[in-house]
């Protein structure tokens, strides 16, 4: 048996886009190349990868195993050629809302400072979005404020994070100022919170909304928005401390907690269990606990 690269990547590519079609023009390659290439890795291991219902290329049990034992050999070998060609590593880092826009980003700028062969490009989206380009090996690394609910998927915890209550400095809902609030207050005010799916909000699903009988709520998918909105005395929000230090000091918002309740969280690092780990990517996990702040 000698299965050849480029048919492990003909194969990663039709797996990926569901068609040759498609797959050829990715690949450069004449849609007859990457048949006969398909059809002679299933030669070779004596199975069906693809089912065939049209034009389009369904993916058997087969080809799920397959994949991510592919992926693993087409990077490895691209770290091969990255290393003794001296070419700039490229890393991709999916992180979502809070972390990639207010955590990951000076973090990123040290590490290439200090690393400059070593690129880092990074995707922001929703935790479940996250998780879901994990999945199917479209990041290198991830980092979510949720939980992981997929096995494919390894989760490890990188630091503590501790969200707040918020409002407009001189809002109408609490005329009277105070560090802390009763969690009953809660059901009388309007609440602005990110999107269902979003890590944020599944910590304050579980934290403040399951202890409540009644609420309304606003919801925005953008931390900005939600800053926006409460500024503007739509109502209460709930955030990461991290995401609201500049609107504190400019005194258009005030942060306040709820009286016998700890708004804590914590952070993951996460990746898919079958993702060969390269020393470009090494270097990023440890720098990025190192550089961690000291839990809470």
Request: aromatic letters at 8%.
């Amino acid at each position: 048996m000698k299965i050849t690269l480029k048919q492990l990547s003909v194969f990663t590519t039709v797996y990926r886009t569901g068609s040759a079609t498609l797959a050829a023009e990715q690949l450069a390659l004449s849609q007859s190349a990457v048949s006969s290439a398909l059809q002679e890795l299933e030669r070779l291991l004596d199975t069906q990868l693809f089912e065939r219902n049209g034009k389009k290329l369904i993916a058997t049990e087969a080809a799920h195993k397959l994949y991510p034992q592919a992926i693993s050999v087409l990077s490895q070998v691209a770290d091969i050629e990255n290393e003794f060609r001296e070419n700039k590593t490229c890393l991709y880092i999916g992180a979502s809302s809070t972390i990639g826009n207010y955590l990951l980003p000076p973090l990123i700028s040290d590490f290439m400072r200090a690393y400059p062969n070593i690129e880092i490009i990074l995707h922001v989206y929703n935790t479940k979005e996250i998780c879901l380009g994990l999945k199917n090996f479209d990041y290198d690394l991830g980092f979510i404020e949720g939980m992981n609910k997929f096995d494919e998927l390894i989760a490890h915890h990188w630091r503590q994070d501790e969200l707040t209550l918020f409002s407009a400095a001189q809002s109408r809902f609490l005329p009277n100022c105070s560090d802390e609030i009763e969690l009953s207050d809660l059901a009388r005010i309007p609440l602005v919170l990110r999107e269902k799916g979003s890590g944020t909000r599944e910590t304050i699903e579980q934290l403040i909304l399951s202890r409540l009988n009644d609420y309304r709520v606003l919801q925005l998918s953008h931390s900005e928005a939600i800053k926006q909105a409460v500024s503007y005395d739509f109502g209460i929000g709930c955030l990461s401390t991290s995401v609201l230090e500049d609107p504190v000091k400019l005194g258009k918002i005030r942060c306040f907690g709820i009286k016998g309740l700890k708004l804590q969280r914590s952070l993951w690092l996460i990746r898919h269990r079958n993702k060969h780990i390269s020393p470009a990517l090494q270097k990023f996990i440890d720098f990025c606990y190192r550089t961690s702040a000291p839990e809470q």
